[in-house]
């Protein structure tokens, strides 16, 4: 049962004002999102529930902190499906973008727990991009396995080796020409959503 008064009604907005989040109230519920979403089906084998149309639902009717809270919110794997089938232009995968980033300022003021480590996987491949201008895997791996090494071993045994054997993991960063460019487009991202986040404050 939802209760009014333990809901945000300007959750939606707070939503919309993300990049990404703008289309979030054309959405009717008519399901065609999770129709075809391939994580529904692979929720469905191994045993947990994924429905974008009801975190879309969830958003509007302003069940903030539930919906922050769901670890589910990581699962889409931006593959937009969605996107190309939804007949209100609703783009789910850019509404989960920016649900994430209103859910990594929560819990940087200790609101919420994010038990998903897709942030930091985010975070740690960016960062590669921003250094080098392109992706520096061996780079990736140790930024993200941090103070991790037996788990970076176990999860990398078998790919890890067939990939580096195979030449696609760089033992050295072989980085692009006119880099800095990219850092400043990283640079002007932050500014964007320094001042969102600030704007998010004041509301």
Known sequence: ???AWETDPNFKYEI???PGGEHLLSCYQCSTCTLGCPIVEVGKELGFEYN???VIQMSILGLRKEVLSR???WFCASCQICYEWCPQDVRFSEVMGAIHR???REAEKGNIKIESRRPDFEHAFLNQVRKYGRQYEAGLM???YKGRLLQMIKDYRKMGTALFL???VALFPDKIKNAE???RIFERVEEEEKKIAEEAGKA
Do not use: H, L
């Open 1 to 3: 049962m939802i209760k």
């Open 16 to 18: 919309m004002r993300e």
């Open 52 to 54: 974008p149309r009801k």
């Open 71 to 73: 670890p589910e919110i």
């Open 102 to 104: 209103i859910a990594e």
């Open 142 to 144: 140790r930024e993200f």
């Open 166 to 168: 195979k030449g696609k």
């Open 181 to 183: 460019e990219v850092a």
